[in-house]
């Protein structure tokens, strides 16, 4: 390949294999010089640089006639090192191309990645003249051809949408019925076993955690851990190697394939926000020798540093259009070529704040909402940074679903058994219209959850009062105290009959309560076979046994995986639970009954004052299934079955007097005190209990009945 390259065109954007050679294009726009380095097919010598003598609009690109699909390459790029100005270029150091699809090699650290020579008295003002290309992941060409048959987006309707979090890696790696080579891969997750147990679970929807191809922390390395979450992306096309049998892209497309034959959608965890490369002090790895001033965002006052909005160090520059550009077609690219039906967004307000702050959005909603192809994905946005002002919950636009961290802390501090709290739990179980409903939102803005990968598990959450992150290697000062959780009387791990009834009783009120709730809900994974993290609350470095699923299930695990399974059939089966609109508080279809009714224990409404009594423990609420307030496809009101929800956390029995309301007496449908009945069940045979009579609900329970709808 010593021939000079052709021209070749500065768009697309990465390196484009057109069946006779491959187009290379790098924005690079206070660069001087761009060098295109080839290597052996493994990544670990360099044969050949050849400079991209075109630029185009800051785009540098060049045509090699004689590349093909495999080729390993990375960039040098030359340009002023003045850190004091932003300007961070270094030609000794192989830059990864931003565009990459697949990667050639690992990262191994070593001190010639940075820019600067660490330890010199100036730190990163001086320039470091070590070759990196030793100890960088390499890009490598591909062919795009997948045969995707006869593939179909599930497109779930947001209202029947079952999200379940899970880890690739941790989800099969103990699976006894994925073959050994697949556990904890793409091609694992695909296996008929693991899909099974989605399927049988009911979810629709997967979401994965970060599988954009990603680092381990030099100080994690160092102490002989591992970045388990994935939260410190290296590139933002190619999937990460670590969770591949195969070592191709076809890997994950297959999977993908697979879940959506089973009806599964599957939903990425996505970290534009910041990248591997950390503070001023961190390595030069790809955006920051490409062009830092364009892909950070630096600190007004002194350039030399980044604004940090994520507590990573860095934060993207979405305000560049070259950036924004990458981000979004770094999404098309998934969508399309990947094939997946969302995305979850990491750190979301980092990535919209425009120059002002985050109280005014920069433009990258606009241009996702006006994508032909992305305005039909599923959008989640995590509603919060750690800059000034980043708590935006209920803030983000039409079109975006958010993480609902009041719906958690809420639904933790009731169960809890915490006073004052009842006007909360009621706010957050009928799909939080206090946040989204002012805006034109719906109730499936709302993603409820109880626990997720940052915090507890659930069974975790009702066994520790305190945080257990001593195995992380930080003195146990990492992760945060604001738990909301309650030990059931013993920290830990315990034998006590008494606690452990009374530990599995509080983990069905957590995921009954979650699975009769408005908007959409989200399990995660493990927690309906009572997964636990023996109280590590921050396990992001915890590639092993404590993070991982155990699938040998005892009685009592098994007893909790077959509760969960029912309560989503109940929810699938019944469209009370999963509404498209809020409730009006008011009849509806000129019916009797208002759609919802709020009632004390003795069968009264609650007035006003009621709501903010600070003893109130106890609560009733009543769902009209006549008043839906949604037409079926033949055009008639739809209509449900009438429903009736007891919740006590206080830790007394209290009876619930059960209405009339113009019905028939009610049926028994679960309750979560009751270990006969501790299985939803709307068979004919359940107990039926007349109006006007006692309902004895047992201390920190939940009860549901049910009974044909009245008259609409």
């Known amino acids: 390949m010593a021939e000079r390259p052709w021209p070749g065109r500065p768009w697309p954007l990465g390196a484009t294999w057109d069946g006779e050679g491959v187009n290379f294009a790098l924005f690079a726009g206070d660069a001087l010089k761009v060098e295109l380095c080839l290597f052996d097919a493994d990544g670990r010598h360099e044969l050949e640089r050849v400079v991209l003598e075109e630029c185009t609009d800051q785009v540098w690109h060049g045509y090699l006639p004689q590349a093909r699909p495999g080729l390993v390459y990375g960039y040098r790029v030359h340009g002023p090192y003045e850190p004091a100005l932003g300007l961070r270029f270094n030609p ?62 599930p497109d779930v309707p947001w209202n029947e949408t079952v999200i379940y979090e899970l880890n690739v890696r941790g989800f099969t790696i103990r699976h006894p019925d994925v073959p050994a080579a697949l556990r904890g891969t793409y091609a694992g997750l695909a296996q008929p076993a693991a899909i099974e147990h989605l399927r049988r679970l009911g979810v629709t929807t997967v979401e994965l955690m970060p599988v954009h191809a990603f680092i381990d922390e030099r100080r994690l390395v160092e102490k002989g851990m591992r970045n388990y979450w994935g939260y410190n992306t290296l ?19 297959s999977m993908v394939k697979a879940l959506h034959a089973a009806g599964i959608e599957v939903i990425v965890d996505v970290v534009y926000n910041h990248t591997c490369e950390a503070d001023h002090l961190g390595p030069t790895l790809s955006l920051r020798g490409i062009d830092n001033a364009a892909y950070y965002r630096l600190d007004r006052d002194d350039p030399r540093r980044y604004a940090d909005y994520t507590g990573c160090g860095n934060t993207v520059n979405l305000l560049h259009p070259r950036t924004l550009q990458l981000v979004m077609d770094s999404l098309r690219y998934w969508t399309t070529e990947m094939r997946v039906d969302g995305f979850r967004f990491d750190l979301a307000p980092a990535l919209a704040r425009a120059a002002g702050g985050a109280e005014a959005w920069n433009s ?39 993480w609902n961290d009041r719906y958690r802390d809420g639904m933790r501090a009731y169960w809890r058994g915490d006073g004052g709290v009842i006007g909360e739990f009621a706010r957050r179980l009928t799909g939080s219209s206090d946040l989204y409903g002012r805006s034109g939102r719906r109730p499936h803005a709302s993603i409820n959850f109880v ?30 105290n604001h738990n909301l959780s309650w030990n059931c009387g013993v ?74 399974r029912r309560l989503v059939r109940l929810r699938a089966a019944h469209p009370a639970f999963r509404r498209r609109d809020f409730f009006q508080g008011r009849p509806l279809h000129g019916g009797a009954n208002d759609d919802i009714l709020w009632l004390r ?32 496809r033949r055009g008639r009101p739809l209509r449900d079955d009438d429903f009736l929800m007891l919740f006590n956390a206080h830790h007394e029995p209290v009876p619930f007097l059960l209405p009339a309301l113009g019905g028939g007496p009610w049926r028994r449908v679960l309750d979560t005190a009751r270990d006969e009945d501790s299985e939803p069940d709307l068979r004919a045979g359940s107990q039926w209990h007349a109006c006007g009579s006692d309902y004895a609900l047992d201390g920190r329970a939940l009860a549901l009945l049910s009974r044909p709808a009245g008259p609409a």
Request: with cysteine.
């Open 451 to 480: 626990t997720s990968h940052d915090g507890f598990t659930l069974a975790d959450l009702v066994s520790y009062n305190e945080r257990h992150n001593d195995a992380n290697g930080e003195g146990g000062a990492d992760g945060h």
């Open 601 to 632: 224990p003795d069968g009264a409404a609650m007035t006003v004052d009621e709501w903010n009594h600070s003893h109130a423990r106890c609560l009733a609420v009543y769902l009209s299934g006549a008043g839906l307030n949604e037409i079926d």
């Open 491 to 564: 920290e830990g791990p315990g034998d006590d009959p008494a606690v452990r009834v009374l530990r599995a009783r509080q983990q069905r009120n957590f995921l009954a309560t979650l699975l009769l709730s408005q908007g959409v809900p989200m399990l995660l994974a493990g927690d309906e076979i009572g997964r636990t993290q023996s109280g590590n609350n921050n396990a992001y470095c915890q590639d092993n046994e404590t993070s991982w699923l155990d699938w040998a299930l005892d009685g009592e695990r098994a007893a909790l995986l077959g509760f969960v």
């Open 364 to 402: 990258l909603f606009d241009v996702i909402r006006q994508d032909p192809t992305l305005s039909h994905a599923k959008l989640v946005a995590e509603p919060w940074d750690l800059g000034a002002d980043g708590y935006r919950v209920g803030n983000f636009p039409v079109g975006w679903a958010e």
């Open 92 to 153: 000794y150091k192989l830059l990864l191309d931003p565009y990459a699809r697949a990667l050639a090699g690992t990262l191994r650290w070593d001190d010639a990645l940075y820019g600067y020579t660490r330890g010199h008295e100036r730190e990163d003002l001086s320039f470091d003249r070590r070759d990196s290309a030793a100890f960088v992941p390499k890009a490598r060409v591909i062919e795009s051809a997948f045969s995707w048959g006869d593939d179909r987006r």
């Open 235 to 253: 590139c933002y096309f190619a999937p990460e190697g670590r969770y591949s049998a195969t070592g191709r892209i076809e890997e994950f497309k």
